[in-house]
């Protein structure tokens, strides 16, 4: 008899999570500009909730390790768009490249080479994003701003890699307005690349503000916004699977 209710407890929690997610994506999406595209940004997600999000609207799913994101397109698969948006580390480039259809976080010419490397021996041509450290913090990944023109030059020689545009984080926690200055100054530079005119470069997507600065980053000029818990509620890390 405790079993059945523990297990019918389990269900009914299940339930709910399963109804907050479509809600919780309806109402984005119903809120969202035209032409402003929605990640569901899913570390440490089941692959079900990844499943339920896409159910509900979601066509694109970003993944900050890769073989979280290995997991959930076994279940997913070629439903939805794969964003890559954690730190990307060369040893894992070569599996990356081939579920993904963006790399929002190239920042460094090192890193471009190899996903260019990659590409070239399976035919794909891949799409990323240059990630500015807006905030110039020295303990986060990204480019400083005065180093991104000349990392875009650089990476536009690589034949199997396009720059789409670019991509910054900001200010995770605290009063949204503080991100309002780093959103500025991406929308700034991502408007001067774009005058460049450089080959294999077309500036299409700026992708900025998380589920705490979002809205600003929209008002900024975000075409991009990557929101976890907004979709999902509060990540639980303790039951986070196994990063690689």
């Not at 299940?14 to 899913?42: R, T, W």
């Not at 260019?116 to 891949?126: E, T, V, Y």
């Amino acid at each position: 008899m405790l079993l059945l209710m523990l297990l019918l407890t389990i269900i009914g929690r299940g339930n709910l999570v399963v109804k907050m997610i479509k809600q919780n994506v309806n109402q984005i999406l119903s809120e969202l500009p035209e032409g402003v595209q929605l990640v569901a940004a899913a570390k440490t997600r089941q692959p079900v909730e990844i499943l339920e999000a896409v159910e509900a609207g979601v066509k694109i799913v970003g993944e900050n390790y890769v073989q979280e994101a290995e997991r959930a397109y076994e279940v997913v698969g070629n439903r939805v768009k794969w964003h890559f948006i954690g730190h990307l580390q060369k040893n894992k480039v070569t599996k990356t490249v081939r579920i993904f259809d963006m790399i929002e976080t190239v920042d460094s010419v090192g890193i471009a080479r190899e996903i260019d490397k990659r590409c070239a021996l399976i035919g794909k041509i891949m799409s990323v994003l240059i990630e500015i450290n807006s905030g110039r913090e020295k303990q986060k990944s990204g480019v400083f701003p005065d180093g991104v023109e000349q990392l875009a030059g650089e990476i536009s020689a690589f034949p199997n890699i396009r720059v789409m545009g670019l991509m910054t984080m900001g200010p995770r926690f605290g009063n949204p307005e503080d991100s309002r200055p780093y959103f500025v100054e991406t929308k700034r530079i991502f408007e001067k690349i774009k005058k460049l005119n450089l080959s294999n470069i077309e500036m299409r997507y700026l992708s900025m503000g998380m589920t705490n600065s979002y809205k600003i980053a929209v008002e900024e000029g975000a075409n991009i916004v990557r929101l976890g818990s907004r979709i999902f509620g509060e990540r639980d890390y303790e039951k986070s699977l196994s990063r690689g």
